[in-house]
C-alpha cells in the first residue's frame, strides 16, 4: 500500500488541540483522501458477514473488531496497518504534543465498529494501560465511514466535562471526519442515544488507539478498566 496522505498541518492544529474543551481534541474533516475510504467503506463487512465481537449491555450495544478471528479484505487490512505506522505517528505527535506514541499491533478494542439501529455506547472514560504490553494509553483516533448521514439519526460522539454535568460538545459522525483526542481519566466521551436510522444503515467507523511508556501528567497510575458514568445533570 501506498503511504498515506495527511491532508492537514498538524503543526498549525497544535494550539488549537491543547486548549480545546472539556479536554484536548481535534476534528479534522477530509484528512484522508477519499479513494482510500472509499475502499475501505466498499469492503466493510456487514453486521452478519464477519466474526464481529458483539457487545449488548445497559452501557453498550455495538459491533467490535475480533484481530485474531474477524476476516477483512486486503484493502481494510492495509488501511489499519497503515494507521499503525511511522507516518501517522509523527503526525499525531505534531497535532498533540505527546511524544513517543506506539501505536497497538493487537488492535485491543479498536479496528472496524459498527452500531446498528437501537445502538449505542454511554459516556465513560477508557481503559488506561493495555493488558498486554502494559503501555498507558494516551490517544484515541476515530474516523467516520458514514455518506449522506443526517442529524435526525443520531450517533453524534458526545464528550463532557470531568464533573459530568454538561456535554461540550457533540460531533456528528460524517464520512471522512476523523477526531482525535487525549485520553484521560476524565476523558468522558460516548454516543449515549440508540440510533434512529433507516432500516440497512448502520454508524461506521475505524478507531485507534494508541499509547506510550509514560502516563500522562498528574494522572492516576492505577490500571482501571472503562469507567461508565452517568450525567450529573439536574
Not at 513517543?100 to 478494542?109: C, M, S, V
Request: glycine share 6%.
Amino acid at each position: 500500500m501506498q503511504l498515506l496522505k495527511l491532508r492537514a498541518d498538524p503543526l498549525t492544529l497544535h494550539r488549537a488541540y491543547v486548549d480545546a474543551q472539556p479536554f484536548p481534541h481535534a476534528v479534522i474533516d477530509n484528512l484522508f483522501e477519499d479513494d482510500v475510504l472509499n475502499r475501505v467503506l466498499d469492503d466493510f463487512p456487514d453486521a452478519v458477514s464477519m466474526n464481529w465481537a458483539r457487545f449488548d449491555n445497559v452501557n453498550e450495544r455495538k459491533l467490535g473488531y475480533y484481530y485474531e478471528r474477524s476476516v477483512i479484505s486486503l484493502a481494510v487490512r492495509e488501511f489499519l496497518d497503515a494507521l499503525n505506522r511511522f507516518e501517522v505517528l509523527l503526525f499525531l505527535e505534531e497535532l498533540t504534543g505527546i511524544k513517543g506514541l506506539i501505536p497497538d499491533p493487537y488492535f485491543g478494542g479498536g479496528g472496524l465498529h459498527q452500531i446498528e439501529a437501537g445502538g449505542f455506547l454511554k459516556v465513560h472514560a477508557d481503559f488506561n494501560v493495555h493488558p498486554k504490553l502494559k503501555l498507558r494509553r494516551r490517544l484515541n483516533m476515530l474516523t467516520y465511514l458514514n455518506r449522506n448521514w443526517k442529524d435526525e439519526y443520531g450517533g453524534h460522539l458526545e464528550l463532557w466535562d470531568a464533573d459530568m454535568r454538561a456535554c461540550r460538545k457533540r460531533i456528528a459522525p460524517i464520512f471522512n471526519r476523523t477526531v482525535v483526542f487525549s485520553t484521560t481519566d476524565t476523558s468522558y466521551h460516548g454516543h449515549p442515544h440508540p440510533l434512529t436510522p433507516p432500516p440497512g444503515v448502520t454508524r461506521k467507523s475505524v478507531s485507534m488507539y494508541y499509547y506510550s511508556a509514560d502516563p500522562p501528567e498528574k494522572e492516576s497510575t492505577a490500571p482501571h478498566d472503562t469507567i461508565f458514568r452517568e450525567p450529573r445533570v439536574p
